[in-house]
């Protein structure tokens, strides 16, 4: 397995931007799908987005599409999530999960389970206020 370290996290307003990163430990990043999820206060984790071992593709929940951006960085194996227009109802702790994967460019058919992931970093809070 990978260790993952979140960082970035913390206290936005609405409208405003966070980029989170995770940081990978290891010589193998580059051999893992790599997924955000999220988990808010009373409500069970939720998928956020996902990236291929390439980068090449990428998944996003609806609540995501149009304002998150996933990336990485296998060279210096770090995981990025830029977030943009957040509100209020994105306040969570937010998880990075890795999972290793034979395929390079494509994503897994369940890239979006958090049942598929056995590697996650200890979470970091994202609050955004109204």
């Known amino acids: 397995q990978v260790q993952l370290v979140e960082s970035g996290g913390g206290l936005v307003q609405a409208g405003g931007s966070l980029r989170l990163s995770c940081a990978a430990s290891?010589?193998?990043?580059?051999?893992?799908?790599m997924g955000w999820f999220r988990q808010a206060p009373g409500k069970d984790r939720e998928f956020v987005a996902a990236?291929?071992?390439?980068?090449?593709?990428?998944l996003y929940a609806d609540s995501a599409k149009g304002r998150f951006t996933i990336s990485r960085d296998n060279a210096e194996n770090t995981l990025s999530l830029q977030m943009n227009s957040l509100k209020p109802e994105d306040t969570a702790d937010y998880y990075c999960?890795?999972?290793?994967?034979?395929?390079?460019?494509?994503?897994?058919?369940?890239?979006?389970?958090?049942?598929?992931?056995?590697?996650w970093g200890q979470g970091i809070r994202v609050t955004v206020s109204s």
């Open positions: 999960a890795g999972q290793r994967y034979v395929a390079f460019t494509r994503l897994a058919a369940n890239s979006d389970s958090a049942q598929m992931y056995d590697s």
């Open positions: 290891g010589r193998t990043f580059s051999a893992y799908i």
């Open positions: 990236i291929s071992r390439s980068g090449e593709s990428t």
